[in-house]
């Protein structure tokens, strides 16, 4: 599976079997961020983001994305604080999200939800809700996090700025067949003619 890795150590796919007694804690800790100088952004994030941080179209000659510059030198992130807590207005969703990842399958047609599984906040103390559900499906709070999520991975997988022979982000964002499967195991791409 690929994944946009960054600031993720141990990415696993999500399932009941493995996670089944798992928790999460929100630390609102930032410090997994402090060695990255830059993170992917979303076009919906342009004007929020824009306030606190230089918007930048990386890539090479294939492909562009918008990136937020956190510092201006490799492993610099100045909106880090030495106690872990986040200096600017706006956190970034590629930061939001985390510990939180969608995986593509080797095949490329389906996203997998996939969690670091190094993240301190992780738990079978029963602190924080649980990941999956007493029915062995996600729970709501994974479920709520997968919703979100869907939108991110829809644009990661096909940006704003990617090759000019492709349809534009814009059509993936709005057209009805791109969907979130129920559960949100998988993210796929509904094929309606």
């Not at 079997?17 to 993170?39: A, C, M, P, Q």
Request: proline share 6%; glycine share 6%; aromatic share 14%.
């Amino acid at each position: 599976m690929t994944t946009q890795l960054l600031f993720y150590n141990e990415v696993v796919p999500i399932s009941a079997e493995r996670h089944g007694n798992w928790h999460i804690r929100d630390l609102k800790d930032y410090s997994f961020t402090n060695n990255v100088n830059w993170v992917p952004l979303m076009a919906v994030e342009f004007l929020n983001a824009s306030s606190d941080f230089s918007i930048v179209f990386a890539g090479d000659e294939d492909t562009v994305m918008p990136v937020l510059l956190l510092g201006m030198r490799q492993d610099e992130n100045v909106f880090l604080s030495a106690d872990g807590s986040w200096e600017g207005k706006y956190i970034p969703a590629f930061i939001r999200r985390y510990p939180f990842v969608f995986s593509l399958s080797e095949d490329g047609e389906d996203f997998f939800l996939c969690i670091d599984e190094t993240y301190p906040g992780f738990n079978q103390d029963a602190e924080g809700p649980a990941l999956i559900g007493e029915d062995g499906k996600a729970s709501e709070y994974t479920d709520g996090n997968c919703t979100g999520l869907g939108a991110t991975a829809v644009q990661h997988r096909h940006p704003p700025c990617a090759r000019a022979d492709r349809r534009s982000w814009w059509w993936y964002q709005l057209d009805p067949r791109w969907a979130l499967v129920p559960n949100c195991w998988e993210f796929r791409a509904e094929q309606q003619h």
